[in-house]
Each structure stands twice: as structure tokens, then as C-alpha cells.
Nanobody, 129 residues
Framework: VQLVESGGGSVETGGSLRLSCATS????????VAWFRQAPGKEREPVSG????????YCDDSFQGRFRLSDDSAKNTVYLQMTDLKPEDSAVYYCAAYFNPPRFYRPAYYCDISYMIYWGKGTLVTVSS
């Protein structure tokens, strides 16, 4: 399994970026794919996640309305569209995944780092004021 993030960069406050997580090696489509981020000196925090089983989850109210998940099954890619970016959104953004999310939905299945098995190397987002 490989996860490769791209799309990071530098933008000004209020700007937008679309991050991509290109996946390969998945042996099943019963998979949860999530985004986490880590700012310098801080712990890695959850952003959002998705699966065919449960749809999209956003791990904090601050992401609702500003961030949007989508996927392109033909390209095996999950996207995180980020708008109205703020300096506090600056971080390395990581894509993570695991197989067979449990049947009955809980946000933790996409927002709890302990569920994640596979990780990408991250893409840097910098938002200037």
C-alpha cells in the first residue's frame, strides 16, 4: 500500500488549495482514507476522512464549510479541497488509511489516529497573513 500526497504550497489568508492523496496497492475498496495535519511543535491532529461505507467525516466544526472531501475512483485518489485558509491551517498534511472500517459509524473511525495503519509522507501547507 502506498499513499502519496501532493498539492501543498504557500498561499495568503483566504486562499485555497486542493490536496491529493494518490493511493495504490489497495486490495479492497473497503477502506478508510483520512487526512491529518501537524504544525511545528504540535501533535498530529485529525482533519477529515472518508469511506464508501460511511461517506465523509469532518473532525472539527472549523473544517465544515471550508474543507471538502471528494474522490476519483478511476484515479484512486482522494482530494481535500481547502478554502478560506487561515494562518492556523499551516501544517504538514498527511494522508492515512486502513482497511475494513467497522460497520456502524463512529467519527473516531476517521478522526482517531490509532485506527490508521498506512501513512503518506505529507505535503506542506503554508498560509501567510
Amino acid at each position: 500500500v502506498q499513499l502519496v500526497e501532493s498539492g501543498g504550497g504557500s498561499v495568503e489568508t483566504g486562499g485555497s488549495l486542493r490536496l491529493s492523496c494518490a493511493t495504490s496497492g489497495f486490495t479492497s475498496d473497503d477502506v478508510a482514507v483520512a487526512w491529518f495535519r501537524q504544525a511545528p511543535g504540535k501533535e498530529r491532529e485529525p482533519v477529515s476522512g472518508t469511506s464508501k461505507k460511511h461517506g465523509n467525516t469532518y473532525c472539527d466544526d472549523s473544517f465544515q464549510g471550508r474543507f471538502r472531501l471528494s474522490d476519483d475512483s478511476a484515479k484512486n485518489t482522494v482530494y481535500l479541497q481547502m478554502t478560506d485558509l487561515k494562518p492556523e491551517d499551516s501544517a504538514v498534511y498527511y494522508c492515512a488509511a486502513y482497511f475494513n472500517p467497522p460497520r456502524f459509524y463512529r467519527p473516531a473511525y476517521y478522526c482517531d489516529i490509532s485506527y490508521m495503519i498506512y501513512w503518506g509522507k505529507g505535503t506542506l501547507v503554508t498560509v501567510s497573513s
